[in-house]
């Protein structure tokens, strides 16, 4: 963790895209497979890849009361300490003391963190989140607080991660963000590029996809130049989803990839009669209109 987080330090220390990617890139390839699929994800400012619904339901005010009582500080000099930097990861990283034995690897926080979605209660989260950041260096503590709150704020998106896989493991880029999309774990997907094996990729049922997002165009010329045939239709207002389905069972994931199948119980049903495994694009949800796509396959149910 120690290497990860003077990582993460360095890539802050630039605004340059090349430097933060070649940063990256150095990282992923001096440590192992394991190693840098779990840095990968943390990479990209997750405890857990993008596929999986595994959450931390850790909160601010627990980590706040959590670095109070290891930094041994009162509330008014982690407030000052606040306002001087901005972030609670920052904070501890300032607040929290240098002991002997500290440090802590990728593999043993990925391993605290699963121990601590698994946990029932505010309680018992509290205590491993404690033990953890305790067994941590200060600068380790400041990052693993960063993962904890999703946000690293070192100027890395994923697709960042993506290059610098590229870079450290000898695929094209194009490869790497196939893999990711279909994978939608970019730790799985720097594993795959590590063993040269990005090909091997192939989309998994339930585990959402990556959306294809818009781009932006000069002119309605320009968009219908991109395509031999071209239709245009009107657009019906809702949300875009993907549903999965196989055996009956069928779930909804959003655009960032939430199960909101719960969200809409009126709907499984139009495609649990399915016999064939399928993943479709779910383009509106209407009080009345469901508008699905299979490939070339256009479905409405009402």
């Known amino acids: ?49 993008a596929w999986e619904e595994t959450t931390l339901q850790v909160g601010g005010r627990s980590l706040w009361q959590i670095v109070a009582e290891l930094s041994g500080k009162s509330e008014a000099e982690l407030t000052a300490a606040y306002r001087r930097h901005g972030d609670l990861g920052a904070v501890a990283a300032e607040a929290l003391p240098e002991r002997a034995g500290q440090g802590l690897g990728v593999l043993e926080v990925e391993k605290t963190f699963r121990k601590i979605a698994a946990a029932r209660g505010p309680a018992a989260k509290a205590a491993l989140v404690s033990d953890l950041i305790s067994r941590a260096t200060p600068l380790d503590g ?27 493991y000898g695929g094209t880029l194009a490869e790497v963000q196939r893999a990711n999309m279909l994978l939608g774990d970019i730790g799985e997907t720097a594993r795959l590029a590590s063993e040269g094996k990005l090909a091997t990729a192939e989309m998994r049922l339930f585990h959402p996809l990556g959306f294809m997002l818009a781009s932006p165009i000069e002119s309605a010329e320009e968009g219908l130049s991109y395509f031999d045939e071209a239709a245009v239709e009107d657009k019906y207002d809702g949300i875009r989803a993907q549903a999965h389905v196989s055996n009956g069972e069928v779930k909804f994931f959003s655009r960032t990839r939430d199960d909101i199948t719960d969200s809409f119980p009126e709907l499984p049903y139009a495609l649990a009669g399915f016999s064939q ?26």
């Open 1 to 49: 963790m120690e290497r990860l987080a003077a990582t993460c330090e360095a890539i802050a220390g630039t605004t340059k895209k090349l430097q933060k990617t070649a940063i990256v890139a150095d990282y992923l390839k001096s440590r192992t497979s394991d190693e840098a699929a779990v840095s990968a994800v943390f990479l990209s400012g997750r405890a857990f890849p």
């Open 142 to 168: 400041k990052y693993i607080i960063k993962i904890i709150t999703g946000d690293l704020r070192i100027g890395l998106k994923e697709s960042l991660v993506e290059e610098g896989i590229a870079k450290s």
């Open 277 to 302: 495994v399928l993943i479709c694009h779910v383009y509106s949800f209407l009080p009345f209109l469901l508008r699905i796509q299979c490939g070339q396959n256009l479905f409405f149910f009402y």
